[in-house]
């Protein structure tokens, strides 16, 4: 396979790529060289196949992390906003 990166940009402006996959955050696409781009709304970042799994593995991490707290949270604030007020009213009008 050809590596088409454009010689007009030697600075590590990478060329056509070919891309794998996108949604409403943003799109990753892979350079012939086989460095990977994930384009974000206001950026880009170029990645090695093994740090692209590596940020594939730490997203991972950080959802399963997301979701117990997420879950949890809806219980615990409601709780914990019906009993301060609830301790600082009884104190107020003692
Ligand atoms: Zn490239």
Redesign the pocket.
Known sequence: MD?Q?NPSNPGGA??P?LPLASNSVGAVSL?????LTLHLSCFSVRLEPGAFQELHKLLGLALHELRIPAAARPELGASAAEAEPTISHGEALH
Not at 31 to 35: E, K, Q, S, T
């Open positions: 590596h990166h990478h060329g790529a350079c012939n060289c086989g460095v």
